[in-house]
């Protein structure tokens, strides 16, 4: 499972880092994903990283948002910076390996002033 945590209410300029601690497979050989959905909207990719530590960033955020991976520590977080109003959303970790996969419950970011 995965149990993803450290969203919250922030303001605009802020930083927040989002954490995703996996368990009960391995971990190792996942594909991890950070997915945002806003009120009304469909899910959207944010960041991925692949199991050697390579990782891609949407171009909505990309230099204000940076995704890493702990293979020992089975975690994974999405440090996020210069938050912008724009990026509300409730934010889920996501695994994926050969048609397996695993889905946290989701963390709210909220930006506001």
């Known amino acids: 499972q995965l149990q993803a945590f450290g969203g919250g209410l922030v303001q605009p300029g802020g930083s927040l880092r989002l954490s995703c601690a996996a368990s009960g497979f391995a971990f190792s050989t996942y594909w991890m994903y950070w997915v945002r959905q806003a009120p009304g909207n469909q899910r959207d990719l944010v960041a991925t990283?692949?199991?050697?530590?390579?990782?891609n960033i949407v171009d909505a955020v990309k230099g204000r948002f940076t995704i890493s991976r702990n293979n020992t520590e089975n975690t994974a977080w999405l440090q996020m910076d210069k938050l912008k109003v724009e990026v509300t959303a409730n934010y889920f970790c996501y695994a994926y390996y050969r048609r397996r996969e695993y889905w946290g419950q989701g963390t709210q970011v909220t930006v506001s002033s």
């Open positions: 990283v692949t199991t050697s530590g390579i990782t």
